[in-house]
């Protein structure tokens, strides 16, 4: 097979040509993509002096969108696609190429503990784990590492679906489970970044919460709005035998929960048609 490495990069001029060095002494990448995605530094000049084919976007589109336009160009048979930084170890390449020729689809870098940035979005992203475990019912070990390994046709077919931001890891792994594709996990140690973060805390807070939700509405919308029908149900149950029992009546709160559940429900069960829509061919 043929191996494509992607590299999304916006002002990393301080690392990624020691990036692409060490990449390209694998000796078993046939080419490696850098995506400009509109820097204001000398990315892609020093991109280009290393050897690496740049595609620059005119101005900054965002990772997600960087990616998709790093997948459209990639040639190889698998992509490769990880961060331009400085934290992930080219050496690590090998591991995952060789999950994708033992038969999986997506291979993804495991983040293992000490490799978070900070302990707040270590805890983000072991939420998300949890929840996308039990989504799926099959063990999620990193939901949102940027460092996998994609058969390129496989990854292709789920482009409309990704984002232009920072969300893609997400998408991708839940579009690949849903579809019925093999997914498999290697762990990794990720070093700290080089160079300044893009990351901003509060803006990006409140974009990892919708994570939340867009790993429902991405696997089974049902296996999130079921729970919380339930519950609203037993709360209006429970209210109804409280004021029956004291004061010999159904009240408006009962009616108004017992509507709530049904409408919760309903909105499940719609969302789960509307995304099994999404993956008819697949």
């Given at each position: 097979?043929?191996?494509?490495?992607?590299?999304?990069?916006?002002?990393?001029?301080?690392?990624?040509?020691?990036?692409?060095?060490?990449?390209?002494?694998?000796?078993?990448?046939?080419?490696?993509?850098?995506?400009?995605?509109?820097?204001?530094?000398?990315?892609?000049?020093?991109?280009?002096?290393?050897?690496?084919?740049?595609?620059?976007?005119?101005?900054?589109?965002?990772?997600?969108?960087?990616?998709?336009?790093?997948?459209?160009?990639?040639?190889?048979?698998?992509?490769?696609?990880?961060?331009?930084?400085?934290?992930?170890?080219?050496?690590?390449?090998?591991?995952l190429i060789g999950k994708i020729e033992h038969g999986y689809d997506l291979v993804v870098g495991a983040r293992q503990r000490g490799s978070q940035a900070s302990v707040g979005r270590g805890l983000a992203n072991s939420l998300y784990n949890k929840l996308a475990t039990y989504m799926t019912e099959h063990p999620v070990e990193d939901l949102t590492?940027?460092?996998?390994?994609?058969?390129?046709?496989?990854?292709?077919?789920?482009?409309?679906?990704?984002?232009?931001?920072?969300?893609?890891?997400?998408?991708?792994?839940?579009?690949?489970?849903?579809?019925?594709?093999?997914?498999?996990?290697?762990?990794?140690?990720?070093?700290?970044?080089?160079?300044?973060?893009?990351?901003?805390?509060?803006?990006?807070?409140?974009?990892?919460?919708?994570?939340?939700?867009?790993?429902?509405?991405?696997?089974?919308?049902?296996?999130?709005?079921?729970?919380?029908?339930?519950?609203?149900?037993?709360?209006?149950?429970?209210?109804?035998?409280?004021?029956?029992?004291?004061?010999?009546?159904?009240?408006?709160?009962?009616?108004?929960?017992?509507?709530?559940?049904?409408?919760?429900?309903?909105?499940?069960?719609?969302?789960?048609?509307?995304?099994?829509?999404?993956?008819?061919?697949?």
């Amino acid at each position: 097979m043929k191996y494509s490495v992607v590299l999304p990069a916006k002002n990393e001029a301080g690392a990624i040509g020691e990036t692409i060095k060490k990449i390209q002494q694998l000796n078993m990448i046939d080419e490696i993509i850098v995506v400009n995605d509109g820097s204001t530094d000398t990315t892609q000049l020093v991109a280009e002096s290393a050897g690496a084919k740049v595609i620059s976007h005119p101005y900054s589109k965002g990772n997600g969108a960087a990616i998709k336009t790093g997948a459209r160009a990639a040639t190889g048979d698998v992509i490769v696609f990880m961060d331009a930084d400085g934290q992930h170890d080219p050496q690590d390449i090998a591991r995952l190429i060789g999950k994708i020729e033992h038969g999986y689809d997506l291979v993804v870098g495991a983040r293992q503990r000490g490799s978070q940035a900070s302990v707040g979005r270590g805890l983000a992203n072991s939420l998300y784990n949890k929840l996308a475990t039990y989504m799926t019912e099959h063990p999620v070990e990193d939901l949102t590492s940027g460092f996998r390994a994609v058969r390129a046709e496989k990854f292709r077919e789920f482009l409309y679906l990704l984002p232009n931001g920072f969300s893609y890891p997400t998408t991708s792994t839940m579009a690949f489970f849903r579809a019925g594709y093999s997914v498999a996990y290697v762990p990794i140690h990720a070093a700290k970044r080089i160079g300044k973060s893009h990351i901003h805390p509060i803006k990006d807070g409140i974009r990892f919460f919708l994570i939340i939700f867009k790993i429902a509405t991405l696997f089974s919308p049902l296996k999130m709005f079921l729970p919380i029908a339930v519950l609203s149900f037993l709360m209006a149950t429970g209210w109804y035998g409280y004021t029956l029992y004291e004061f010999g009546r159904f009240t408006n709160m009962s009616a108004l929960l017992y509507t709530g559940s049904v409408m919760i429900f309903l909105m499940g069960l719609i969302s789960e048609q509307i995304t099994a829509l999404m993956y008819k061919e697949k």
